[in-house]
Structure formats: C-alpha cells, structure tokens
C-alpha cells in the first residue's frame, strides 16, 4: 500500500556510483555523444541513456534498493534511465512530476537522480515545499488504488511535458527552496509529489542521470 509519506520523502545514497562507474559512464555518455551527435534540443531535454550506461545504473540502484525502502517503501525497481546535460544560462524550474493514472500500476512513488559530472558554477539540485493549496489537486486515492486510504495527489506534468518552465498552479504558489550540495555519484531520492527542479547553471555542463522509482518490476 503506498503511503503519502513516500510521495514525499527524501533519501540520499552516498557513493551511489563508484569512482570507476563514474568513470566508465562517462566514458560511455562520451562514446554515445560521438556516436550520435546528441545535444539538448532545448532546457531540460533528455534522452535515453544507452544499455550499457543503464546497466551500471540498474545495478547500482538493486545494490541500495534497501537504503531506498526505508524512506520509500512501496519501490521495487528503478525504470529506464534517462540522461540531460544543462549548460550555461539553463536551468530545470521547479515542478512536481507526480503520479500518472494512479490506479495502474506501475506507479512512479519517486524520482531518483544522480550527476554525472558537476558544472563548474551553479546547477544544484532542489526541493521546494510549501503551505499553498494550489499544488494539491483536491482528488483523494485509497485502498481501491492501492494506496493509504484518504492519499491526497498533488498536479503533475502532463505526461511527456518537457520540464522547461513552471507551470502555472505551481508558479504562483509561494514556495521555500531547499538546495541539495552533493558531490558526482551521490544519488538524490525524491517522492513523486516533492516540488523540485535544478538552479541555473552559471558556467561550464552539467551531466546526470534521473529515472523513475516503480512499485512494480521494469527491469530484469
Ligand atoms: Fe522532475
């Protein structure tokens, strides 16, 4: 049964990536950069990460799944792994993801993120909470669904939303800001319903990797 408080945790894994998996991945993100000539159509933009950088992560992400139980309970698996760069001047502006359809599973109850590489300025991670009502959409799940009774859903990008402005319930909903300082391989674990996003990158590339954290199996 998934309880609002997962929607809502947080969770960090230190040394989540070794030194040798950073390495190896970017060396794999490097080889695909040249292979495909991939860059970020525009802010925020990912791309799928290539099999082999999906299998460190997925290994990585098996080997704490425990850690991750504790403040997440309902998660049994990560989902594909998804890889953006951000540069100068760009930014992830504070949203919530959310829960999609939350009566099929699989569920996303979380997010999971972790950098690749830092930026040379800027670019921290965040989380926003905030007293606000605009953010709760007033629809109420429970057993039925698969989650504590009376487990309020927050809004939510639509599915496929690009991640490039705040949307509007959100953008005039007065917030406190939380900023994340964690180091490349440190992986940061959110609840689907926790406001975040990433500050503006003021100089040099960000790299990271981010995936869905599932109540259901994705990956074998
Ligand atoms: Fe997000």
Redesign the pocket.
């Known amino acids: 049964m998934i309880h609002l408080n997962e929607t809502l945790a947080l969770q960090t894994v230190e040394g989540f990536l070794s030194l040798d998996d950073l390495t190896q991945l970017v060396t794999i993100m490097d080889t695909e950069h040249a292979a495909t000539g991939w860059q970020p159509g525009h802010q925020a933009d990912v791309v799928q990460a290539p099999p082999a950088a999906q299998e460190i992560l997925h290994a990585a992400t098996t080997r704490v799944l425990d850690i991750l139980q504790r403040a997440l309970p309902s998660v049994v698996s990560d989902g594909l792994w998804d890889y953006t760069e951000l540069y100068a001047g760009q930014e992830?502006p504070a949203?919530?993801?959310g829960i999609h359809d939350p009566a099929t599973p699989p569920r996303r109850i979380g997010?999971l993120g972790v950098t690749l590489a830092h930026s040379h300025a800027g670019g921290e991670f965040f989380i926003a909470t905030t007293a606000h009502p605009a953010i709760w959409t007033g629809a109420v799940v429970g057993e039925a669904e698969g989650f504590s009774p009376g487990t309020p859903l927050t809004h939510r990008?639509p599915e496929g939303h690009r991640?490039g402005y705040t949307p509007d319930w959100l953008a005039n909903a007065s917030r406190t800001r939380w900023t994340a300082e964690a180091p490349a391989g440190t992986a940061l674990a959110y609840g689907a319903q926790v406001i975040?996003?990433v500050l503006p990158v003021k100089e040099g590339r960000l790299r990271k990797f981010?995936t869905d954290l599932l109540d259901t199996p994705q990956q074998t």
């Open positions: 992830i949203h919530i993801d997010r990008l991640h975040h996003g981010v």
